[in-house]
Nanobody, 118 residues
Framework: QVQLVESGGGLVQPGGSLRLSCATS????????MGWYRQAPGKQRELVAT???????NYGDSVKGRFTISRDNAKNTVFLQMNNVKPEDTAIYYC????????????WGQGTQVTVSS
């Protein structure tokens, strides 16, 4: 059974920073790509960032230049560094894994809440 365990969510002020973590098994970590999506109330789930095992990255337009995805191969963990956060970044953030180069993610974590508010 695939498990993706997110941590690091919480309340942060506008302009602040937060780092999310997603830990998983070695086999899941070596899927084609790992990444993050988010879903705000009343909105569709959207891409935040993905990273392949080869290091290729893809970011959603709204987070480019502010968020950075990275991987720790020794710990089978994917990170999302969120800088200069905005109220519109408020959402549930989901870690995901994808088997192939294209298509929707195949596996999802349970999500972690991020709230940006003063």
């Amino acid at each position: 059974q695939v498990q993706l365990v997110e941590s690091g969510g919480g309340l942060v002020q506008p302009g602040g920073s937060l780092r999310l973590s997603c830990a998983t098994s070695r086999s899941t970590f070596m899927l084609y790509a790992m990444g993050w999506y988010r879903q705000a109330p009343g909105k569709q789930r959207e891409l935040v960032a993905t990273m392949t095992t080869g290091g290729g990255t893809n970011y959603g337009d709204s987070v480019k230049g502010r968020f950075t995805i990275s991987r720790d191969n020794a710990k089978n963990t994917v990170f999302l560094q969120m800088n200069n956060v905005k109220p519109e970044d408020t959402a549930i953030y989901y870690c995901c894994g994808r088997n192939y180069a294209s298509g929707a993610p195949d596996y999802w974590g349970q999500g972690t809440q991020v709230t940006v508010s003063s």
